[in-house]
């Protein structure tokens, strides 16, 4: 069955610093991964996705992420972290084979401390 | 260019009534999902509208409908409902093609049952 897995419920970086949000999935066929931002009170935004080409794919906001396809992985970064980064990341895949369904993970809390 | 709209922006119910949710999808989107987000998880697939016809959904019992409208805007409705429906429901729009994949989100409905 697809799943995908955000290991961190909640991720801590000093402003400045890298950062690095993870995520691996599970999927039957070549996936398609995204990631979404949500900020308090608001719906999810779109920050990027993979589906097929170069593994570093950038996004919004400065955001890139890596496709590992051995370790089925598509972590999230940013080289220098700001403060409204602060956030809540998720993590989704869709399934070549299906049309339809976005499979979520259950998001990990970014805090950028000053 | 106008996003996607949702409304109402919070709603009170209690179990057993009926509540219809509304979404208006992105200019020039023909494809709108739905997805129910609980407190602290990432959201569910409920299903998927393309030309008016439903074309996927998820886990959900048949007492979660839907419809949508020439103009692609679309409705959500949930019979008898119960305390576990309390969550934010998020309406996103897409153009279904091969090309692309992302979604994008309303700010949601807030749903609590009593």
């Known amino acids: 069955a697809q799943s995908v897995a955000q290991p961190e419920d909640q991720v801590n970086v000093a402003e400045g610093n890298p950062l690095t949000v993870k995520c691996t999935y599970s999927?039957?066929?070549?996936?398609?991964l995204f990631w979404y931002v949500q900020y308090p009170n608001r719906g999810l935004q779109f920050l990027l996705k993979?589906?097929?080409?170069d593994n570093l794919v950038k996004g919004s906001y400065g955001f890139e992420a890596e496709f590992n396809k051995s370790q089925t992985s598509f972590h999230l970064k940013k080289p220098s972290a700001l403060v409204s980064d602060s956030a809540l990341y998720f993590c989704?895949?869709?399934?070549?084979?299906?049309?339809?369904?976005?499979?979520w993970g259950a998001g990990t809390k970014l805090i950028i401390k000053p | 260019e106008t996003g996607v709209t949702q409304s109402p922006t919070h709603l009170i119910k209690t179990r057993g009534q009926q509540v219809t949710l509304r979404c208006s999808s992105q200019?020039?989107?023909?494809?709108v999902s739905w997805y129910q987000q609980a407190l602290g998880q990432g959201p569910q697939f409920i299903f998927q509208?393309?030309?008016?016809?439903?074309?996927g959904r998820g886990n959900f019992p048949p007492r979660f409908s839907g419809l949508q409208f020439p103009n692609y805007s679309s409705e959500l409705n949930v019979n008898a409902l119960e305390l576990d429906d309390s969550a934010l429901y998020l309406c996103?729009?897409?153009?279904?093609?091969?090309?692309?994949?992302?979604?994008?989100f309303g700010p949601g409905t807030r749903l609590t049952v009593t």
């Open positions: 996103a729009s897409s153009l279904f093609s091969s090309d692309s994949y992302e979604q994008y």
């Open positions: 200019s020039g989107h023909n494809t």
């Open positions: 509208y393309y030309r008016e016809e439903e074309n």
């Open positions: 999927v039957s066929g070549n996936p398609y």
């Open positions: 993979y589906i097929t080409g």
């Open positions: 989704a895949v869709r399934d070549e084979g299906s049309n339809y369904q976005l499979i």
